[in-house]
């Protein structure tokens, strides 16, 4: 960390305890290890005041002993570059001569202002603690970028209540995020690591606050302006949203493993689904084959989801209705049970398999391979033309060099394209996928189920684009775009939940075709009323004002 207010960036992972000794002597972290590995208890004092605005803004004050040695450290805000275990963020830092903090220190930092009003209130106190073993060990990686590799142990403490701390870190000393993130996918590949935990100062803010340790689901977050600044070429945008939907994916993961809130499982399908819109736009700008990878993975994360999310809506959104409507008939009382507890069943299992899927290690290879991506994304190229006089000169034709020519090739280098702008980009996309919509509103009340599942997915590709490219725009016109789209949206939601209650019909209710039958004639009704109020969602949504033509 640098007094200066350097961007501390660094990779946090968990580990438990019983595999920290493997990970020190993990063949990479040996051959990387440039110097003895230290061990030091660290303790540290979070600050805040009750209605916790350091926190509000993203701030974490702390008075640390680390050995013999006392330090007042400010940590602030993620960075753009941040999201899922990468954590990027400026960090000041200063020694003390004891645990008292120096208010005088405030002054040097750009968050100066929120932090004197906290120490004038008279209410700036200690939140909570944490206190852990800190074993480091110096790093060069393979391109020369060197890190420490931090192992901590030990607790957070709030009150009387403590949740334990079991995680590793790699900060990044000198260097390439890029290093970083390759050296933790090759740590991965062979250690039970887990991606997506909050930081200590989070954790112990939830503590201070007694909510649940693993904090609340994480919903989709506005992209910071300063993400997207003007002058931003595409590839740049398109990387840093990708960091915000990636820290939605992974903020999710704990939660979706060891909680049972159906609302975990909710928010990390958003996650990937605003993941895999974003990388269908980056497809767009060229040849990167690590994205068509990136999308197979993102899509069998998403099949591994939807399962356990369709039975979530249908058991809390469709199954009351359809009770309180058919439920009066004594004789269906035992069918009824029956499909509850089916129900359930189908609910255990479809949970188990998400859980599996995000307990996986091709789940943390896959957030990692996300997040090398955004710390690096490869510029587009444009291959270069084949002719006779190439081919000769690379030893025959395509097909020849197939069969295994030893001859070197000598061919130009494919050229990397111009970068294309974010605001020029990001207009033509919005401006297409509204066409498109609109088009397809006419009449949609009349149309098929499929077709309007169609048009639900068109809307819901233009509403994620809209959400994604807003910070360029004026922020009241985006706003007001968003909120018309959100309503058709939502209209079409309705018809897809009901529609989605008859396919599941076959299933929850194979052996009694009568029940079946209901929930058919039932789910077709629900379609039918939900359709019904669509035309008037798409006249409003017809007159809402394209907020990338205004300025």
Known sequence: MKATGGAEIELKLGLAPAAMNALLHHPAVVAARRGPLRRTRVVSTYFDTPDRPLATAGLALRVRRDGRRWLQAV????????????????????????????PSRFAGTPWRKVLDKAWRSGALGPRFTTDFVRRTLPLELADGSFALLCLDHGHIVAGRRRVPIAEIELELEAGAPAALVAFARGLAADLPLVVGLADKAERGDALARRQPALGA??????????????????????ARIAGNCIAQIAGNAAGLVAATD???????????????????LAARLGSDPRIGALAADAKALADALGPARDLDVFRDGELPPLVAALGGDATLAPAFDRLRRRVERRRREARAAARAAVASKRFVDFVL?????????????????????????????????????????????????????????????????????????????????????????????????????????????SRRYSKDLAALQAALGATNDAAMAARLAPELASDDPLLQGMIRGYAAAREAGAAAALDATARRFARAARFWRRD
């Open 217 to 238: 689901p994480m919903h989709a977050s506005i992209i910071p302006a300063g993400a997207l600044p003007a002058g931003v070429d595409a590839a740049t945008a398109l």
């Open 262 to 280: 159906p609302e975990w499982v909710h928010q990390m399908r958003v996650g990937t689904r605003r993941l895999r819109a974003c990388l269908a």
């Open 75 to 102: 940590n602030g805000p993620a960075l753009p570059d941040a999201g899922g275990a990468l954590h990027a963020r400026r960090a000041y830092e200063w020694p003390l001569v004891g645990p008292a903090l120096d």
């Open 369 to 477: 391979a996300v997040q090398a991506w955004i710390v690096a994304p490869a510029p587009p190229v444009e291959p270069a033309p084949e002719t006779a006089s190439t081919a000769a000169t690379t030893g025959g034709t395509s097909a020849d060099r197939a069969r295994g020519s030893e001859v070197p090739n000598l061919a130009p280098a494919a050229a990397p394209r111009p970068a294309v702008d974010a605001r020029g980009f990001a207009a033509a996309v919005l401006e297409r996928r509204h066409r498109r919509v609109a088009r397809a509103l006419k009449g949609l009340a009349g149309r098929t189920t499929a077709e309007r599942h169609a048009v639900r997915i068109a809307a819901k590709k233009l509403r994620y684009a809209a959400e994604f490219f807003a910070p360029m725009y004026a922020p009241a016109a």
